[in-house]
């Protein structure tokens, strides 16, 4: 957060002196330099144990690799994942900068809007902007090294979930590149930091904090919203003190105070909350035809796959799930790259849900934890799995729930090991 911090000064700075700025491109890369500086020193300092010191720094180079090869290796390298959305929302914030009454008015949403500001507290400095997502991949990366040390998970299951979400190919990739992909992310793995720290030490502030960093998500992708169910229902339910869900006065209470706020928020910013679902009237033939499958993209799947009632999207949508996961599966490879992004993404995602599925019931004390946590990341899948009809699509949307999912793999795992270790001491 320190980071986060000083380069809001640094922005603020920039806005004082932006009009004396003779070269914008120089002062971008001195503050790059100088922050990168205090990122590696600040690491060193709040991380003790050298291995993930190490870890976690290099994974902070590699990010900062992309986003110049990105600014400046184009023509040279393709960075998947950059292209006209990116150029998109770079034009959308430079005209949102020079005119701030177009805030809010423009095609390309919350994204575009953040830039817009951006742009105009630091002036025209692309680089400083792509440099706030690879900032908040190091932020991903370090609040998963802090939750797996809230959650006391063995070093040999920390090092493993770290080493993949330090070199996992897309998140470097959008730890880089001007998306909005690590704001969601970000907000995602904030709020489950501050749920678990709630579920181990109580406390209404971290309530509070994992709702705000919720929100934040759910403002730059209203796709994430579902969570919010998961979220009210751990909140309402679960006591401390028997380590279960009860229902009781309280829990009344507390329902009834989060359908009030869950209420109020649609009414009050429904156009922003709700603004990726398009018409969500499920009595209208508009919104069936909206979730079919026939698009003209590359990467497609299921084409030609269509809607007719609620009842076809509950029966297609294990199919739907599994294809936004696990895509581009072997029957829909057109290439090269096809087996590469197989191997090195999707096949992730299998490994870690079969091992969910396979070594649940290993779990004691941390399992309405695990189940608050499956939740949400079913809920949020099946919402993008019914909004993504290609596989580029779904290998962009499904990194947002990257960090989660690690997390909540490695409450499993970890029981595995610590089970097996348990075993092989009682048979001596």
Not at 44 to 61: C, P, V
Not at 397 to 409: E, F, P, S
Request: hydrophobic letters at 50%.
């Amino acid at each position: 957060m320190l980071i986060f911090f000083l380069f809001i000064i640094e922005g603020i700075i920039c806005f004082i002196i932006k009009d004396s700025i003779v070269d914008h491109e120089v002062v971008s890369l001195i503050i790059v330099l100088i922050n990168s500086l205090i990122v590696i020193f600040y690491l060193s300092m709040r991380i003790k144990e050298k291995g993930y010191y190490i870890l976690i720094t290099i994974g902070y180079i590699l990010r900062l690799i992309v986003l110049f090869l990105d600014i400046y290796g184009r023509g040279y390298f393709y960075i998947p994942h950059s292209g006209s959305d990116t150029e998109g929302f770079f034009a959308q914030g430079i005209l949102i900068s020079n005119d701030l009454s177009l805030f809010d008015k423009t095609n390309m949403g919350a994204y575009a809007n953040l830039l817009g500001l951006f742009f105009y507290l630091f002036g025209d400095q692309r680089i400083l902007a792509q440099y706030l997502n690879t900032l908040l991949g190091l932020g991903i990366i370090v609040i998963v090294y802090r939750i797996l040390q809230q959650i006391e998970i063995e070093n040999r299951t920390k090092k493993m979930v770290l080493c993949i979400i330090i070199f996992f190919p897309q998140a470097i990739i959008f730890s880089g590149i001007l998306l909005r992909e690590n704001l969601v992310s970000f907000g995602l793995i904030m709020m489950t930091y501050y749920l678990i720290k709630w579920y181990k030490k109580r406390g209404n502030g971290n309530i509070v904090f994992s709702i705000l960093f919720f929100g934040i998500a759910v403002y730059f992708h209203s796709g994430v919203v579902v969570g919010f169910i998961p979220l009210a229902f751990m909140y309402t339910f679960y006591r401390h003190e028997h380590n279960s869900f009860k229902i009781d006065l309280r829990s009344i209470l507390m329902l009834c105070l989060f359908i009030f706020v869950g209420v109020f928020l649609s009414v009050k910013y429904g156009d922003v909350i709700f603004n990726k679902f398009g018409n969500t009237d499920i009595t209208s033939d508009d919104f069936y035809k909206g979730m079919s499958s026939d698009v003209d993209a590359g990467s497609r799947y299921l084409n030609g796959l269509t809607y007719n009632s609620f009842y076809d999207i509950l029966l297609y949508s294990p199919l739907k799930m599994f294809y936004f996961l696990f895509s581009p599966i072997p029957l829909n490879w057109r290439g090269f790259m096809d087996i590469i992004t197989f191997l090195l993404d999707s096949c992730v995602y299998l490994v870690i849900s079969v091992n969910l599925y396979k070594y649940r019931k290993l779990l004691r004390t941390d399992k309405p934890l695990f189940i608050i946590l499956i939740f949400l990341l079913l809920l949020i899948v099946f919402t993008f799995a019914f909004g993504t009809v290609a596989a580029g699509t779904a290998v962009r949307h499904r990194n947002k729930i990257m960090a989660v999912l690690l997390v909540t793999w490695a409450i499993v795992i970890d029981r595995k090991l610590k089970n097996k270790a348990e075993t092989k001491i009682q048979t001596i």
